[in-house]
């Protein structure tokens, strides 16, 4: 195991507004997660989950507190130095696919390559790769309104994949999916994850959480309860290939 921690936070605290009208999104929050773990954030509408995964994502800062992400201490980072590690180090996947119209999905999953300067011929090769593990290689020069929602929310998984980050941050990934599509996204986040990729979803569904191997939630801005648990039963199948820093190997 890798003995830098990918997460490492320590009281974060984030307030909104000012005297009496100031609300506590986060009273004070520690949290530690290391390389290959998958863990499951949960709690109520108000509860702090989205503001969590918007400081772990890099998207916010606390207003104290302290938070290395990988090893880097982001609080002291300008915006083009946040935005490089957003690139670098985290693979998002989002409820709403957030996905390019009129775009195909080989082109989808290289957009992330293209801000980090990668060449196309490495981009095409790595973005195909990607598309390749989640079982959509044949539909690379597909574009969003020609997918399923579940189709949609793979090519996002591939986008967030491509880079090789640090790990994966899933916002509520399955909430506009139906029970198969569900099912099959779950399935292709856990065999990541039994490849050894670090995955962090935000999540208010019993079932999503029961993938995870750690169930974290929160109620007012505070860690009630962190618990490990058996993910859900089975051995996952292979994958294509375990996507690194230069591709498939």
């Known amino acids: 195991m890798n ?22 999104a986060l009273a004070g929050v520690d949290l530690t997660v290391h390389q290959g773990d998958y863990v499951a954030i949960m709690g109520s509408s108000g509860s702090g989950k989205s503001t969590l995964m918007n400081i772990l994502g890099c998207l916010d800062v606390p207003t104290t507190g302290r938070y290395l992400l990988d090893g880097i201490d982001v609080g002291g980072l300008d915006e083009r ?98 029970s198969h599509s569900t ?25 999503v959480a029961h993938h995870a191997k750690r169930v974290i939630r929160l109620v007012d801005g505070l860690i009630i309860s962190d618990v490990r648990q058996a993910p859900v039963e089975g051995p996952p199948p292979a994958l294509a290939g375990t996507l690194t820093q230069g591709g498939v190997r």
Do not use: C, W
Not at 183 to 207: P, Q
């Open 81 to 178: 130095q946040l935005s490089l590690v957003r690139n670098r180090k985290i693979g998002f996947i989002f409820q709403s696919f957030n996905l390019v119209p009129r775009t195909s999905a080989l082109a989808q999953v290289e957009l992330p390559l293209a801000y980090a300067g990668v060449k196309a011929a490495e981009r095409r090769r790595r973005a195909m790769a990607a598309l390749t593990m989640v079982g959509l290689a044949e539909r690379a020069e597909h574009k969003p309104n020609e997918l399923s929602g579940g189709q949609q929310q793979r090519v996002a998984v591939a986008r967030a994949l491509v880079t090789s980050p640090a790990m994966l941050l899933a916002d509520e990934p399955t909430g506009n999916l139906d």
């Open 183 to 207: 099912k099959e996204v779950l399935g292709i986040v856990d065999r990541l994850n039994a490849s050894g990729r670090t995955v962090v979803l935000i999540t208010h569904e019993d079932e």
């Open 3 to 24: 003995p830098t921690p990918v997460i490492a936070a320590r009281r974060l605290v984030k307030t909104y507004g000012m005297g009496d009208a100031v609300v506590h």
